[in-house]
Protein backbone atom coordinates (compact mmCIF):
# COMPACT_ATOMS: atom_id res chain seq x y z
CA UNK A 1 0.00 0.00 0.00
CA UNK A 2 1.17 3.83 -0.82
CA UNK A 3 1.06 6.00 1.92
CA UNK A 4 1.08 9.71 1.18
CA UNK A 5 1.09 12.92 2.61
CA UNK A 6 -0.61 16.17 1.35
CA UNK A 7 0.84 19.57 2.69
CA UNK A 8 -1.45 20.57 5.37
CA UNK A 9 -1.70 24.42 4.30
CA UNK A 10 -0.61 24.11 0.63
CA UNK A 11 -2.82 25.29 -2.17
CA UNK A 12 -2.79 23.15 -5.12
CA UNK A 13 -5.78 23.72 -6.50
CA UNK A 14 -3.98 27.23 -6.87
CA UNK A 15 -1.46 26.87 -9.82
CA UNK A 16 1.46 29.29 -10.13
CA UNK A 17 2.80 28.70 -13.65
CA UNK A 18 6.10 30.71 -14.63
CA UNK A 19 6.88 30.88 -17.97
CA UNK A 20 10.61 30.22 -19.48
CA UNK A 21 11.29 34.03 -19.34
CA UNK A 22 9.93 34.52 -15.96
CA UNK A 23 12.19 31.62 -14.52
CA UNK A 24 15.04 32.86 -15.64
CA UNK A 25 14.66 36.50 -14.45
CA UNK A 26 14.20 35.13 -11.36
CA UNK A 27 17.20 33.25 -11.07
CA UNK A 28 18.72 36.57 -12.39
CA UNK A 29 18.18 38.29 -9.25
CA UNK A 30 18.92 34.28 -7.72
CA UNK A 31 22.29 34.95 -9.01
CA UNK A 32 22.42 38.55 -8.15
CA UNK A 33 22.02 37.86 -4.50
CA UNK A 34 24.72 35.04 -4.20
CA UNK A 35 27.31 37.63 -5.83
CA UNK A 36 26.18 39.99 -3.15
CA UNK A 37 27.04 37.92 -0.51
CA UNK A 38 30.28 37.18 -1.84
CA UNK A 39 29.70 33.38 -1.02
CA UNK A 40 31.71 31.51 -3.40
CA UNK A 41 30.93 28.01 -3.86
CA UNK A 42 33.82 25.64 -5.45
CA UNK A 43 30.87 23.40 -6.82
CA UNK A 44 27.02 24.38 -7.74
CA UNK A 45 24.72 20.57 -6.80
CA UNK A 46 21.52 20.41 -8.49
CA UNK A 47 18.64 18.37 -6.71
CA UNK A 48 17.09 15.75 -9.27
CA UNK A 49 14.95 16.32 -10.59
CA UNK A 50 13.43 20.01 -10.39
CA UNK A 51 16.87 21.77 -9.14
CA UNK A 52 18.73 20.50 -12.71
CA UNK A 53 17.77 23.26 -15.10
CA UNK A 54 18.11 26.12 -12.27
CA UNK A 55 21.36 25.01 -11.15
CA UNK A 56 22.81 24.59 -15.06
CA UNK A 57 21.59 28.25 -15.18
CA UNK A 58 23.08 29.54 -12.38
CA UNK A 59 26.17 27.49 -13.22
CA UNK A 60 26.32 29.87 -16.24
CA UNK A 61 25.00 33.27 -14.35
CA UNK A 62 28.08 32.53 -11.92
CA UNK A 63 30.12 31.30 -14.02
CA UNK A 64 31.16 28.74 -12.04
CA UNK A 65 31.67 25.37 -14.56
CA UNK A 66 31.77 23.11 -11.96
CA UNK A 67 28.24 21.41 -11.47
CA UNK A 68 27.33 17.86 -9.73
CA UNK A 69 23.93 16.61 -9.08
CA UNK A 70 21.90 14.40 -6.26
CA UNK A 71 19.04 12.82 -6.29
CA UNK A 72 16.37 12.88 -3.45
CA UNK A 73 12.85 11.54 -4.31
CA UNK A 74 9.64 12.66 -2.01
CA UNK A 75 7.04 13.78 -4.43
CA UNK A 76 4.69 11.15 -5.91
CA UNK A 77 1.93 13.72 -7.45
CA UNK A 78 0.52 17.11 -7.08
CA UNK A 79 0.79 18.36 -3.18
CA UNK A 80 1.60 14.31 -2.10
CA UNK A 81 4.66 13.31 -1.02
CA UNK A 82 5.78 10.06 0.18
CA UNK A 83 5.99 9.94 4.28
CA UNK A 84 9.80 11.10 4.34
CA UNK A 85 12.30 11.50 1.49
CA UNK A 86 15.45 8.93 0.34
CA UNK A 87 18.59 9.74 -1.25
CA UNK A 88 18.51 7.48 -3.96
CA UNK A 89 22.10 9.06 -5.92
CA UNK A 90 24.28 10.01 -3.55
CA UNK A 91 26.23 13.61 -5.03
CA UNK A 92 28.06 12.65 -8.19
CA UNK A 93 31.46 14.69 -7.15
CA UNK A 94 33.83 14.43 -4.29
CA UNK A 95 32.79 17.34 -2.21
CA UNK A 96 35.14 16.46 0.76
CA UNK A 97 36.39 20.09 1.57
CA UNK A 98 34.73 22.18 -0.76
CA UNK A 99 32.23 24.93 -0.43
CA UNK A 100 28.78 23.58 -2.10
CA UNK A 101 25.89 25.90 -3.68
CA UNK A 102 23.14 23.44 -2.98
CA UNK A 103 20.28 24.34 -5.62
CA UNK A 104 16.60 23.09 -5.57
CA UNK A 105 13.65 25.00 -7.89
CA UNK A 106 11.49 25.16 -4.85
CA UNK A 107 11.82 24.56 -0.52
CA UNK A 108 8.42 23.38 -0.26
CA UNK A 109 8.37 21.02 2.97
CA UNK A 110 11.88 21.46 3.11
CA UNK A 111 12.34 18.26 4.29
CA UNK A 112 14.81 16.81 0.88
CA UNK A 113 16.69 19.79 1.18
CA UNK A 114 17.74 19.13 5.10
CA UNK A 115 17.70 15.56 3.66
CA UNK A 116 20.50 16.35 0.78
CA UNK A 117 22.08 19.01 3.22
CA UNK A 118 23.30 16.43 5.95
CA UNK A 119 23.88 13.78 2.77
CA UNK A 120 26.37 16.61 1.59
CA UNK A 121 27.68 17.23 5.26
CA UNK A 122 28.39 13.71 5.98
CA UNK A 123 30.71 13.67 2.49
CA UNK A 124 32.96 16.24 4.10
CA UNK A 125 31.81 19.69 2.47
CA UNK A 126 33.09 22.42 3.98
CA UNK A 127 30.01 24.87 3.74
CA UNK A 128 26.71 24.56 2.18
CA UNK A 129 24.52 27.34 1.28
CA UNK A 130 21.60 26.38 -0.33
CA UNK A 131 19.54 28.52 -3.18
CA UNK A 132 15.81 28.00 -4.26
CA UNK A 133 13.85 30.06 -6.41
CA UNK A 134 10.41 29.40 -4.46
CA UNK A 135 9.98 28.78 -0.90
CA UNK A 136 6.55 27.66 0.71
CA UNK A 137 5.81 29.81 4.15
CA UNK A 138 5.74 26.37 6.13
CA UNK A 139 8.98 24.94 4.58
CA UNK A 140 11.39 23.19 7.72
CA UNK A 141 14.40 24.49 5.62
CA UNK A 142 14.95 28.47 4.88
CA UNK A 143 17.28 28.85 2.03
CA UNK A 144 20.18 31.07 2.13
CA UNK A 145 19.20 32.46 -0.91
CA UNK A 146 15.47 32.57 -2.08
CA UNK A 147 12.80 34.76 -4.45
CA UNK A 148 9.46 34.78 -3.79
CA UNK A 149 7.26 32.97 -1.18
CA UNK A 150 4.04 31.37 -2.27
CA UNK A 151 1.66 28.67 -0.75
CA UNK A 152 0.79 27.77 -4.28
CA UNK A 153 1.77 24.53 -6.68
CA UNK A 154 4.32 25.85 -8.74
CA UNK A 155 4.45 24.43 -12.43
CA UNK A 156 7.80 25.22 -13.66
CA UNK A 157 8.34 24.80 -18.18
CA UNK A 158 10.37 21.53 -17.42
CA UNK A 159 7.48 19.99 -16.03
CA UNK A 160 4.66 20.57 -18.00
CA UNK A 161 3.79 17.07 -19.47
CA UNK A 162 3.78 15.32 -15.67
CA UNK A 163 1.84 18.10 -14.41
CA UNK A 164 -1.14 17.71 -17.02
CA UNK A 165 -0.80 13.67 -16.46
CA UNK A 166 -1.49 14.46 -12.82
CA UNK A 167 -4.10 16.28 -13.24
CA UNK A 168 -5.88 14.26 -15.50
CA UNK A 169 -5.39 11.30 -13.54
CA UNK A 170 -6.61 13.59 -10.62
CA UNK A 171 -9.70 14.77 -11.80
CA UNK A 172 -10.72 11.45 -13.27
CA UNK A 173 -10.59 9.90 -10.32
CA UNK A 174 -12.98 12.45 -8.76
CA UNK A 175 -14.89 11.28 -11.81
CA UNK A 176 -14.61 14.82 -13.54
CA UNK A 177 -13.48 14.87 -17.16
CA UNK A 178 -10.65 15.35 -19.08
CA UNK A 179 -12.40 18.17 -20.64
CA UNK A 180 -12.47 19.78 -16.90
CA UNK A 181 -8.99 19.11 -16.36
CA UNK A 182 -8.25 20.69 -19.34
CA UNK A 183 -9.58 23.70 -18.51
CA UNK A 184 -8.33 24.01 -15.14
CA UNK A 185 -4.53 24.06 -16.71
CA UNK A 186 -5.36 26.62 -18.81
CA UNK A 187 -7.13 28.68 -16.66
CA UNK A 188 -4.08 28.75 -14.44
CA UNK A 189 -1.79 30.06 -17.27
CA UNK A 190 -0.86 27.35 -19.35
CA UNK A 191 -0.68 27.59 -23.19
CA UNK A 192 -3.94 25.81 -24.90
CA UNK A 193 -2.42 24.31 -27.65
CA UNK A 194 0.51 22.67 -25.66
CA UNK A 195 -1.96 21.23 -22.63
CA UNK A 196 -3.78 20.14 -25.59
CA UNK A 197 -1.29 18.20 -27.49
CA UNK A 198 0.26 16.75 -24.23
CA UNK A 199 -3.10 15.66 -22.92
CA UNK A 200 -3.78 14.01 -26.79
CA UNK A 201 0.01 12.10 -25.70
CA UNK A 202 -1.83 11.05 -22.86
CA UNK A 203 -4.58 9.56 -23.98
CA UNK A 204 -2.94 7.63 -26.70
CA UNK A 205 -0.13 6.27 -24.19
CA UNK A 206 -3.39 4.96 -21.96
CA UNK A 207 -4.71 2.92 -24.75
Not at 166 to 178: D, G, L, Y
Not at 190 to 204: A, C, F, P, S, Y
Request: net charge positive.
Amino acid sequence: MKHTNTQPHSSEDKLETPSWEQVYSLLLKLANSIQKSNFKPDIIVGVSRGGWIPARILSDLLEKHELANVTAQFYVGIGETKPEPTITQPVSVRVKDKQILLVDDLADSGKSLKLVNEHLKNQGASEIRIATIYRKPWSITTPHYCVKETNHWIVFPWELKETVRKTVEKFTAKQKSIQVAKEKLISSGLDRTIVEQLIKEIIGEQR
